[in-house]
């Protein structure tokens, strides 16, 4: 089992930043990719961003030039640094990553518990 546990979020202005953290422990042999997704009320989740093991990122058009993520392989922990926030960042963020189980032979997804980021107009 891999635990995953959040933190940084809380409420900000508009323009504002927040960076968020996410740590992995556990049983773990080996981290995949690592990601950050949110809900906002009455949405479905959506991808965030994403880092793979290498590095790679992806991220959602609409925070694109604003947010950051970044990824401390030692510590097993992935990081996203949101800058000029906007109300319409208000969401629960939810951390995701792919750990290998050896029990499953394969990569398994963990979630963390959610941590809410309210941005204020």
């Known amino acids: 089992q891999v635990q995953l546990v959040e933190s940084g979020g809380g409420l900000v202005q508009a323009g504002g930043s927040l960076r968020l953290s996410c740590a992995a422990s556990g049983s773990i042999v080996s981290l995949n990719d690592m990601g950050w997704y949110r809900q906002a009320p009455g949405k479905q989740r959506e991808l965030v961003a994403k880092?793979?093991?290498?590095?790679?990122?992806n991220y959602v058009d609409s925070v694109k030039g604003r947010f950051t993520i970044s990824r401390d392989n030692a510590k097993n922990t992935v990081y996203l640094q949101m800058n000029s926030l906007k109300p319409e960042d208000t969401a629960v963020y939810y951390c995701?990553?792919?750990?290998?189980?050896?029990?499953?032979?394969?990569?398994?997804?963990?979630w963390g518990q959610g941590t809410q980021v309210t941005v204020s107009s």
């Open positions: 880092i793979t093991s290498g590095g790679n990122t």
């Open positions: 995701n990553v792919e750990s290998y189980s050896l029990f499953m032979r394969g990569w398994y997804p963990y």
